[in-house]
T-cell receptor, first 119, second 116 residues
């Protein structure tokens, strides 16, 4: 069975601080996919990144960076120089390969981390 | 390029009633998934439709059913509504079996259902 744990329920930082959101996952599959989504107060989930289990290269996109470590089953997300617009709930999610089909399988989400960035 | 759209935005129903929620996928996407998100929780997978058939299902009772149309749009039906069905219902679409983005799901704004 798949499981995603986001131990940090809520984080508050002051603008321009760096912040790291933790994500730990469990799966028995050797091929799987990890995701981060942002959910602002409007409610729509915004896709941020997908990482394949066979690609442990870390990624940076502007102020966002992701650290994937299979050895510790973690996929952490860092926001550098946070801004008020980063305030949202962030979800980590996991999906397993759907048989031989190269297509999206069900997402298993963590409980989310609420990030509050203040001036 | 329109994203995933859902209707209605909000809905209030009475216990025992039935409800139908609608979703139009992003252009070029042929797979639709439905999720239920209770307040303060992460989304929970209900089911996924591909080629007009249910391909995967989560741990939801048979009161939850769905349909996918030839144009890839989808409906979620919930019968005999319970107070516990109050939640945000999210639809996600994905681009099927081709391309490097086929594993990614893109979400709509959701339908907030309140059962009284």
């Amino acid at each position: 069975a798949q499981k995603v744990t986001q131990a940090q329920t809520e984080i508050s930082v002051v603008e321009k601080e760096d912040v790291t959101l933790d994500c730990v996952y469990e799966t028995r599959d050797t091929t799987y996919y990890l995701f981060w989504y942002k959910q602002p107060p409007s409610g729509e989930l915004v896709f941020l990144i997908r990482r394949n289990s066979f690609d442990e290269q870390n990624e940076i996109s502007g102020r966002y960076s992701w650290n994937f470590q299979k050895s510790t089953s973690s996929f952490n997300f860092t926001i550098t120089a946070s801004q008020v617009v980063d305030s949202a709930v962030y979800f980590c999610a996991l999906s397993e390969a759907l048989g031989s089909a190269s297509t999206a399988s069900k997402l298993t989400f963590g409980t989310g981390t609420r990030l509050q960035v203040t001036l | 390029d329109a994203g995933v759209t859902q209707s209605p935005t909000h809905l209030i129903k009475t216990r025992g009633q039935q409800v139908t929620l609608r979703c139009s996928p992003k252009s070029g996407h042929d797979t639709v998934s439905w999720y239920q998100q209770a307040l303060g929780q992460g989304p929970q997978f209900i089911f996924q439709y591909y080629e007009e058939e249910e391909r995967q299902r989560g741990n939801f009772p048979d009161r939850f059913s769905g349909h996918q149309f030839p144009n890839y749009s989808s409906e979620l039906n919930v019968n005999a509504l319970l107070l516990g069905d109050s939640a945000l219902y999210l639809c996600a679409s994905s681009p099927g079996t081709s391309g490097t983005h086929s594993y990614e799901q893109y979400f709509g704004p959701g339908t907030r259902l309140t059962v009284t």
